[in-house]
T-cell receptor, first 113, second 115 residues
Framework: DQQVKQNSPSLSVQEGRISILNCDYT??????FLWYKKYPAEGPTFLIS?????DKNEDGRFTVFLNKSAKHLSLHIVPSQPGDSAVYFC????????????FGKGTRLHILP | DTGVSQDPRHKITKRGQNVTFRCDPI?????LYWYRQTLGQGPEFLTY????????KSRLLSDRFSAERPKGSFSTLEIQRTEQGDSAMYLC?????????????FGSGTRLTVV
């Protein structure tokens, strides 16, 4: 049973435009949500997170939006740059339980020139 | 701070052989995690240490798998009698109690191929 779902295996976006990556979750006990970025032959790198008590967190070109009622979050990257081409994992954790991070299957983002 | 180190980066082994991987976490991190990633999947949790205590094991971790963190520093993951289904990227990550809400720091992983 997948608790974190990324339904789009891949996404192509023109350089300079906005990239929107989506994620759904089923466990209402999750209290932290995270996005990781992964290049080939490297481990995942933490990108941005959001607490369940917030609905938006912004860090430079990256913004994460959380809609708790819909159990949905999204990552916006604007403007998209060639170096953003990577696999993006949505993840979630119950920090006050065991802080184990549960990952989605990932979305491969291609930034087109 | 050199980050999380994993050794080896690649391992090719014959089915039935035993393999052992090593992970050196960030020195001040007391929490250490092992994950496994197969093609087309996200990282899947295997096990978790807080200091030297192994606090949780996934049901993915069959009795052929064992992990240790003897002095609360580096950790080893051993797979006995490897099977082709064990072929995957094995990822180690670490965090401290203060950074748990900000994600783990992952190593580059050990890619295991069982032939």
């Amino acid at each position: 049973d997948q608790q974190v779902k990324q339904n789009s295996p891949s996404l192509s976006v023109q350089e300079g435009r906005i990239s929107i990556l989506n994620c759904d979750y089923t466990n209402s006990m999750f209290d932290y949500f995270l996005w990781y970025k992964k290049y080939p032959a490297e481990g995942p790198t933490f990108l941005i997170s959001i607490s369940s008590i917030k609905d938006k967190n912004e860090d430079g070109r990256f913004t994460v939006f959380l809609n708790k009622s819909a159990k949905h979050l999204s990552l916006h990257i604007v403007p998209s740059q060639p170096g953003d081409s990577a696999v993006y994992f949505c993840a979630a954790s119950e920090v006050n339980r065991d802080d184990k991070i549960i990952f989605g299957k990932g979305t491969r983002l291609h930034i087109l020139p | 701070d050199t980050g999380v180190s994993q050794d080896p980066r690649h391992k090719i082994t014959k089915r039935g052989q035993n393999v052992t991987f090593r992970c050196d976490p960030i020195s001040e991190h007391n929490r250490l995690y092992w994950y496994r990633q197969t093609l087309g999947q996200g990282p899947e949790f295997l096990t978790y240490f807080q200091n030297e205590a192994q606090l949780e094991k996934s049901r993915l971790l069959s009795d052929r798998f064992s992990a240790e963190r003897p002095k609360g520093s580096f950790s080893t993951l051993e797979i006995q009698r490897t099977e082709q289904g064990d072929s995957a990227m094995y990822l180690c990550a670490s965090s401290s109690d203060l950074t748990v809400a900000y994600g783990y720091t992952f190593g580059s992983g050990t890619r295991l191929t069982v032939v």
